[in-house]
């Protein structure tokens, strides 16, 4: 089972990027899938979730109404598009999936892991 995230790089404040996470070896479409990035004082600070229909959506009051969501089932993948990117949002992101849990945002909740992605937004 892999997690793939892939669409980091560097990118000008104000700018966009869509990170994308491609799953394999099972499905997840039920499952809870999110993004996190570390922070201080924090293993990863939760960022944006889907539930696993793709109906529910939650956001970190730090990106909402500049980062969305999404996910595409049938390619087993979701998508994180970054709008307005600040510098403060540089870290490396990671996607992951909660499979006991159809919508989630805590962190412990979360089972599979991807690799990340590095997001770099020079001022």
């Known amino acids: 089972v892999q997690l793939q995230a892939s669409?980091?790089?560097?990118?000008?404040?104000?700018?966009?990027?869509?990170?994308?996470?491609?799953?394999?070896?099972?499905?997840?479409?039920?499952?809870?899938?999110?993004?996190?990035?570390?922070?201080?004082?924090?293993?990863?600070?939760?960022?944006?979730?889907?539930?696993?229909?793709?109906?529910?959506?939650?956001?970190?009051?730090?990106?909402k109404g500049r980062f969305t969501i999404s996910r595409d089932n049938a390619k087993n993948t979701v998508y994180l598009q970054m709008n307005s990117l600040k510098p403060e949002d540089t870290a490396v992101y990671y996607c992951a999936a909660a499979t006991k849990y159809y919508s989630s945002s805590r962190y412990p909740d979360y089972d599979y892991w991807g690799q990340g992605t590095q997001v770099t937004v020079s001022s």
Request: hydrophobic share 35%; glycine share 20%; proline share 4%.
């Open 7 to 63: 669409g980091g790089g560097l990118v000008q404040a104000g700018g966009s990027l869509r990170l994308s996470c491609a799953a394999s070896g099972r499905t997840f479409s039920s499952a809870a899938m999110g993004w996190f990035r570390p922070a201080p004082g924090k293993e990863r600070e939760f960022v944006a979730t889907i539930s696993g229909g793709g109906r529910m959506t939650n956001y970190a009051d730090s990106v």
